[in-house]
Structure formats: structure tokens, C-alpha cells
């Protein structure tokens, strides 16, 4: 059998990490074959690809010779399809060690951060990729300018991943660099409490190779081996090695001077960029220097970028009428998101919707998921999404609908989602959630088109 015949399965194949590894190994002339529980967009796109997926626990439909098998931690440990291939003799290895092996071959930049990393990790992998460095990327979303949530150079010397720290996959990485955009509790499910969080950055901190360097937010601190070279970075933090000043909005566009510990880079031009990504573009362009890239090349990418789908992703901008979705999935994340557009829109009636994510974190932040929606004028919540989990009793929507102090407040299934929407009848309306959400958006769109008589 030659390299090109090697066939690999996935198990959760449609996951953003999963289907970035699939179009990997695909993209080097191998059979990859996968399960699903459900056929989304994304895995209509690997069919599409020339991948073979399936949608049913069955394992007379995985193949029969298999050279690797990648799985899912978020694959329950009774999956027909798991129990079968582990009893089966050939390798079983987790997402994170497979990605870890291709990472650590080469440079890595690592991006790890409750939020913020999948946009950071997304603007330095569009840095290098349109400088004279190059670097092949693994996202953890997909980046517009790339249509993808992979980019594949074989002659680049550096990788760029997201680090994901549930299940403690980023412990898998040995980065030259590495980020850290935020350590906010998360994952309390794997973790238990937030110490123990906090410790996995410190440790994944700790794996960073002393002949690169770690970038860390300027608020977060950790106990780093004194023989990593430390930078901070802020948005307006000036006791950092790298920060923003002189901050102006123009027509949509943000405009901020790049202060870092050489010279100060004037005129940074962001367009369409919510106000929070400026942070993170100051960690990227951090990063994007280190590595050699020129102030040339680091201006036109910064500006030429179009952000991550589903990172505060315009879907219809109009002079009367905006809808905006996000993956915020997390109180500071939905806080931050809605900060921004009451920022560009001060004078609209903003109409948001939130699908939970998890029972476990609905129930670890309930008052805090309360808290940040608040400041919408109208407050939909549908149900939650479990993914992995299975059900805890007494934890529902209920939970976060009970805790918010005001009478714009509905609850409703995504059947009804559309009536009540256009009832509401929002100027802005931000859509928000990790789950399924995403499979309504076309709805939506369609619907407030021909509300609004949008062509």
C-alpha cells in the first residue's frame, strides 16, 4: 500500500478541530472517512471535498483497512462506533496528540485563551500567510480571507493552532511561541475549579520553547521559568511591551498607533472590526514581528483582514436594519459582544438571541449569563444545546430567563424563533451561541431580506 492509500477515520469528524485535521490528511492524498451525529454545512462541505462521512452509529460502514483512527474527546465513551475500533488492534489516537505531532515538527504558534484565540490565532495565520514567511494553520473557526478553517504550506517553516484547553488538549503542544489572550473559568466540567484551570495555562505556559517567547495579556500572571522570554500585551495597558493608543473610529473603521518595545507603528488600519479585536490584533502583529515579518507586510495584512465566520460576522448591514452573529458562548464573551454593538449602534433597539451551550456551564454561570444580556433592549433565549452532555435536573433555559431583572425577556423554541423576531421587530439583531444556533441563521437572514426588502 502506498502513502496515498493510507486511510484515516475520524470519530466526530464535523467538529471545527476534527474537520480541520480531516482536510489535512486529506490534502495530502489520503482516503479520510468519518461519523457524525449530525450533517451540517461544514460536513456537507467535506462530502463535497471528496470526504466519506455517515451520520448513524454503524460500524459496518467504517472501513475495513484503517491506518489511523482520530477521535473526539467529546465522543461519548459508549459509542458504538469507539467501543468497536478500540477492540479492533489499530492505532486510536486523540485529536490533540495528532495535531500536537504535526505542530511540534515544525515552529508552532500557539494561541490558547478562554476567548479571544480563535480571531488571534485567525489574524497572525493571515499575517504569515501574506508575508514572505508563510505558515500552514489549524483554526478553530473559519477564517473568511481562507474560506477555511485550515491553510496548507509545506515550504513554510511554521504552523500556526489554536490551543484548545478543554480536556487539556493544549498540553499536547511544545510552541517556539506562545499567546495567552484570557484565563477567564471555563470548562469547570474537566477542571473542577478555576485554580485548577489557571494551572494548565501556567503549565502550557511553561512548554514554550526559551529560543521563542510567550505574549501574555498584561492582566493575567502565571509563574514562567525565567529562561522563557515574557512580552505583555494590552489594548490600553501602557506598562505593556505592546498597546494601542490614539484609538479613532471612522466610518467603520478603526485607526490606533502600535506601540511596541522598538518603534511605534502609526496609522494601524482595521476595517469592520469590532473594538475588542484591536487587543487582538496587538497580540498577533506582537507575534507576527518576532517571527520576521515586515511593517509592509504586517499594515496590509492587518488591514486586508476580514475576520472569523460567527466572530461578530455581519449577515445583513443596511442603513435601517443589522444582524450580527457571534459564538459567544461564555457572560464575558456576551458582555463584550453586546458592549460593541451598543458602541456602533447607541441609538438602535438592539434584539438579541442566545442559545445556551451545555448544561454544566449554563449552571455554573446562570447569573452571570443573566447579567450580560441585560443591557439588550429585547432578550430571546432558546433552549440548551447538551452536545456532549447529558441532561442535570433542574438546569434549563429557565434557569438564565428566572435571573434576568426585566420584562423583555421570551423564551421560545427554534421553530418559533423567526415569528417572534420579526414581532420584536429589532433594528439590530445579534444572534449568539456554540450550539446548532448557526443552522437558524439562514432563516433569519432570509426572512428579515424580504422583511426589509433587502435584494
Same mark, same amino acid.
Given at each position: 500500500m502506498t502513502e496515498s492509500q493510507k486511510t484515516y477515520y475520524f470519530l466526530g469528524i464535523?467538529?471545527?478541530?476534527?474537520?480541520?485535521?480531516?482536510?489535512?490528511?486529506?490534502?495530502?492524498?489520503?482516503?479520510?472517512?468519518?461519523?457524525? /451525529?449530525?450533517?451540517?454545512?461544514?460536513?456537507?462541505?467535506? !462530502?463535497?471535498?471528496?470526504?466519506e462521512i455517515h451520520y448513524e452509529e454503524d460500524i459496518n460502514q467504517i472501513p475495513k483497512q484503517l491506518d489511523l483512527v482520530i477521535y473526539t474527546p467529546a465522543i461519548p465513551a459508549d459509542n458504538q462506533e469507539f467501543?468497536?475500533?478500540?477492540?479492533?488492534?489499530?492505532?486510536?489516537?486523540?485529536?490533540?496528540?495528532?495535531?500536537?505531532?504535526?505542530?511540534?515538527?515544525?515552529?508552532?504558534i500557539a494561541v490558547a485563551?478562554?476567548? %479571544?484565540?480563535?480571531?488571534?490565532?485567525?489574524?497572525?495565520?493571515?499575517?504569515?500567510h501574506n508575508s514572505h514567511l508563510g505558515c500552514s494553520a489549524f483554526l478553530g473557526g473559519i477564517a473568511k480571507n481562507f474560506d477555511s478553517n485550515l491553510v496548507v504550506n509545506h515550504d513554510s517553516e511554521f504552523v500556526v493552532v489554536e490551543a484548545d484547553e478543554y480536556d487539556r488538549s493544549f498540553l499536547q503542544l511544545t510552541p517556539l511561541f506562545s499567546?495567552?489572550?484570557?484565563?477567564?473559568?471555563?470548562?469547570?466540567?474537566?477542571?473542577?475549579?478555576?485554580?485548577?484551570? +489557571?494551572?494548565? &495555562?501556567?503549565? &502550557?505556559?511553561?512548554?514554550?520553547?526559551?529560543?521563542?517567547?510567550?505574549?501574555?495579556k498584561?492582566?493575567?500572571?502565571?509563574?514562567?521559568?525565567?529562561?522563557?522570554?515574557?512580552? /505583555?500585551?494590552? &489594548?490600553?495597558?501602557? !506598562?505593556?511591551?505592546?498597546?494601542?493608543?490614539?484609538?479613532?473610529?471612522?466610518? %467603520?473603521?478603526?485607526?490606533?498607533? &502600535?506601540?511596541?518595545? !522598538?518603534k511605534v507603528y502609526y496609522d494601524i488600519e482595521m476595517i469592520g472590526s469590532p473594538l475588542y479585536n484591536i487587543e487582538n490584533a496587538v497580540a498577533a502583529m506582537a507575534v507576527a514581528l518576532k517571527c520576521?515579518?515586515?511593517?509592509?507586510?504586517?499594515?496590509?495584512?492587518?488591514?486586508?483582514?476580514?475576520?472569523?465566520?460567527?466572530?461578530?460576522?455581519?449577515?445583513i448591514k443596511t442603513p435601517d436594519f443589522v444582524f450580527i452573529d457571534d459564538y459567544a458562548h461564555h457572560p464575558h464573551e456576551i458582555e463584550t459582544c453586546i458592549q460593541s454593538?451598543?458602541?456602533?449602534?447607541?441609538?438602535?433597539?438592539?434584539? %438579541?438571541?442566545?442559545?445556551?451551550?451545555?448544561?454544566? /456551564?449554563?449552571?455554573?454561570?446562570?447569573?452571570?449569563?443573566?447579567?450580560? +444580556?441585560?443591557?439588550?433592549?429585547?432578550?430571546?433565549?432558546?433552549?440548551?444545546?447538551?452536545?456532549r452532555e447529558k441532561p442535570i435536573p433542574g438546569v434549563t433555559s429557565h434557569l438564565i430567563l428566572h435571573k434576568i431583572n426585566k420584562m423583555n425577556k421570551y423564551l421560545c423554541s427554534k421553530e418559533d424563533l423567526c415569528d417572534i423576531l420579526v414581532a420584536l421587530y429589532p433594528e439590530v439583531l445579534v444572534t449568539m451561541g456554540a450550539g446548532d444556533i448557526d443552522a437558524l441563521l439562514p432563516d433569519i437572514q432570509k426572512t428579515f431580506e424580504e422583511e426589509h426588502d433587502i435584494h
Open positions: 464535523g467538529g471545527i478541530g476534527m474537520s480541520a485535521l480531516a482536510r489535512y490528511f486529506h490534502s495530502l492524498g489520503y482516503r479520510v472517512c468519518g461519523y457524525d /451525529r449530525t450533517r451540517t454545512a461544514l460536513t456537507r462541505q467535506l !462530502e463535497a471535498e471528496g470526504m467501543v468497536y475500533l478500540q477492540q479492533l488492534g489499530v492505532p486510536v489516537k486523540k485529536r490533540a496528540v495528532v495535531l500536537g505531532e504535526i505542530a511540534n515538527a515544525k515552529k508552532c485563551g478562554s476567548h %479571544g484565540k480563535t480571531t488571534t490565532t485567525g489574524l497572525i495565520a493571515h499575517i504569515l499567546v495567552i489572550t484570557s484565563a477567564d473559568p471555563d470548562h469547570l466540567d474537566i477542571y473542577g475549579t478555576h485554580k485548577n484551570l +489557571l494551572d494548565a &495555562f501556567a503549565t &502550557f505556559a511553561n512548554k514554550t520553547n526559551p529560543e521563542g517567547g510567550l505574549i501574555l498584561s492582566s493575567l500572571d502565571f509563574e514562567i521559568n525565567e529562561n522563557i522570554p515574557m512580552a /505583555r500585551y494590552s &489594548f490600553d495597558d501602557l !506598562e505593556a511591551e505592546y498597546y494601542t493608543w490614539n484609538v479613532r473610529n471612522y466610518k %467603520g473603521n478603526y485607526y490606533f498607533d &502600535f506601540h511596541t518595545p !522598538e520576521g515579518v515586515t511593517e509592509d507586510e504586517l499594515r496590509a495584512a492587518v488591514k486586508s483582514f476580514q475576520g472569523i465566520r460567527r466572530r461578530f460576522d455581519y449577515r454593538v451598543k458602541l456602533l449602534y447607541p441609538d438602535k433597539r438592539v434584539v %438579541g438571541v442566545f442559545q445556551p451551550h451545555l448544561y454544566s /456551564r449554563t449552571a455554573n454561570f446562570a447569573d452571570g449569563f443573566a447579567q450580560a +444580556l441585560m443591557p439588550l433592549d429585547e432578550i430571546v433565549l432558546l433552549d440548551i444545546y447538551p452536545a
